[in-house]
């Protein structure tokens, strides 16, 4: 079974509209922290925002904030009023055993999500 | 502060040819990471190295892929013998020991295998 799902392999939105990428994931692990990583045309990997699962509030930067709900597994990105900057590929990511300092922190990274910003 | 600097940017060589891919972490992460990115596997983890400790190498696909990371600090991944299927982009990342820092990456290395 994958641990991280991002169902939506593109979306679209326009330009100044607020917009969700799914991200579902799948651990049995108490301690984890999740990710989500933006990669422009140019290749980077830039880090938006981070959420560990025993935080009690939903974590926000900026124009971006995660709909964490531990129930369901889901670690959905909300962008608000979109740029046409935003333009890209978004992945949602894992990193389990957080706490235990077991394992390595390596990533398990989702398919990702191609948003394309409309003017 | 400079970012994770990785070189080359591209690399071009024919099947068979081994091949040394260098990361130069950001200064002051002890943890790097190895990740192979693909159109048809996605991202992929390949190889963690933390201060001394000996490197986490569950992720490498084959004998043919190895690292070493000298000093604590730059890293070099080398695949002998490459194969076509080896064609990617091969991205370091490094961060705090800490388990809720983010991972920090570089531009990546394009590799193509003729």
């Known amino acids: 079974a994958q641990k991280i799902t991002q169902t939506q392999p593109g979306m679209f939105v326009q330009e100044k509209e607020a917009v969700t990428l799914d991200c579902t994931y799948d651990?049995?692990?108490?301690?984890?922290?999740l990710f989500w990583y933006k990669q422009p045309s140019s290749g980077e990997m830039i880090f938006l925002i981070y959420q560990g699962s025993y935080d009690q509030q939903n974590a926000t930067e900026g124009r971006y904030s995660l709909n964490f709900q531990k129930a369901r597994k889901s670690a959905n990105l909300v962008i608000s009023a979109s740029q046409l900057g935003d333009s890209a590929m978004y992945f949602c990511a894992m990193r389990e055993s957080l706490y235990s300092g077991a394992g390595s922190y390596q990533l398990t990274f989702g398919k990702g999500t191609k948003l394309s910003v409309i003017p | 502060g400079a970012g994770v600097s990785q070189s080359p940017s591209n690399k071009v060589t024919e099947k068979g040819k081994d091949v040394e891919l260098r990361c130069d972490p950001i200064s002051g992460h002890t943890a790097l990471y190895w990740y192979r990115q693909s159109l048809g596997q996605g991202l992929e983890f390949l190889i963690y190295f933390q201060g001394n400790s000996a490197p986490d190498k569950s992720g490498l696909p084959s004998d043919r892929f190895s690292a070493e990371r000298t000093g604590g600090s730059v890293s070099t991944l080398t695949i002998q013998r490459t194969q076509q299927e080896d064609s990617a982009v091969y991205l370091c990342a490094s961060s705090f020991r800490d388990s809720n820092q983010p991972q920090h990456f570089g531009d990546g290395t394009r590799l193509s295998i003729l």
């Open positions: 651990t049995s692990d108490p301690s984890y922290g």
